[in-house]
């Protein structure tokens, strides 16, 4: 079972920014990694989809994020960063890390605190 370390989360005040990490341990295979992302749940909410890459490089953003945060990815380091500018309140979660893997149940990091205050 692959292991996420997350890691860049903490407190900002509303304009500024914040870049998340998720590296997959080492004895994750790169070949079986189908798409790495970024989901959040904030209190009382559902988790939602922040964003995701593939591996062909394709970018999935939700609406409200979308011109403010870029997700990327190091193939080489099975990692995915998040690069987070003009925060908002409203973009205050917890953020996880979710590995798809093929033929294997996704793997869900622990989750790493944002909290943007205005």
């Known amino acids: 079972q692959a292991q996420l370390e997350e890691s860049g989360g903490g407190l900002v005040q509303a304009g500024g920014s914040l870049r998340l990490s998720c590296v997959a341990s080492?004895?994750?295979?790169?070949?079986?990694?189908?798409?790495m992302g970024w989901y959040r749940q904030a209190p009382g909410k559902e988790r939602e989809l922040v964003a995701s890459?593939?591996?062909?490089?394709?970018?999935n953003y939700e609406d409200s994020v979308k011109g403010r945060f870029t997700i990327s990815r190091n193939n080489a380091r099975n990692a995915v960063y998040l690069q987070m500018n003009s925060l908002k309140p409203e973009d205050t979660a917890l953020y996880f890390c979710?590995?798809?893997?093929?033929?294997?149940?996704?793997?869900w990091g622990q989750g790493t605190q944002v909290t943007v205050s205005s």
């Open positions: 979710k590995l798809d893997q093929r033929a294997r149940a996704p793997t």
């Open positions: 080492r004895r994750t295979p790169s070949a079986s990694i189908v798409a």
């Open positions: 890459i593939d591996i062909a490089g394709r970018v």
